[in-house]
Nanobody, 121 residues
Framework: QVQLVESGGGLVQAGGSLRLSCGTS????????MAWFRQAPGKEREFVAS????????TYADSVKGRFTISRDNVKNLMYLEMNNLKPEDTAVYYC??????????????WGQGTQVTVSS
């Protein structure tokens, strides 16, 4: 069983930056690909970024490419999402997930509870 906990969300002005973290107490963290998804009010959950088990391969949604960076530390059992040049349309609850390396939410078996990111204009 893998338990995931996100942190680092908050309120920021457009153009600002935030760093989200996702931690786990599971011993098998490095066995899983990890990803960030987000869900805005009234919208479906959407893929943001993923990273393979070693951190050597990353994938981004077009909407965040060049602004967001996903990374992981398998020693500390942590995953990060560095978000720069934030836009109001980035406002959402951000979820971390563990599973297969994919942009598809159903490929992930474990989910965190989410952290709110709000970008004001």
């Amino acid at each position: 069983q893998v338990q995931l906990v996100e942190s680092g969300g908050g309120l920021v002005q457009a153009g600002g930056s935030l760093r989200l973290s996702c931690g786990t107490s599971g011993r098998t963290f490095s066995s899983y690909a990890m990803a960030w998804f987000r869900q805005a009010p009234g919208k479906e959950r959407e893929f943001v970024a993923s990273i393979n088990w070693s951190g050597g391969s990353t994938t981004y949604a077009d909407s965040v490419k060049g602004r967001f960076t996903i990374s992981r530390d398998n020693v500390k059992n942590l995953m990060y999402l560095e978000m720069n040049n934030l836009k109001p349309e980035d406002t959402a609850v951000y979820y971390c997930a563990a599973g297969e390396d994919s942009p598809l939410s159903w490929e992930y078996d474990y989910w965190g509870q989410g952290t709110q990111v709000t970008v004001s204009s």
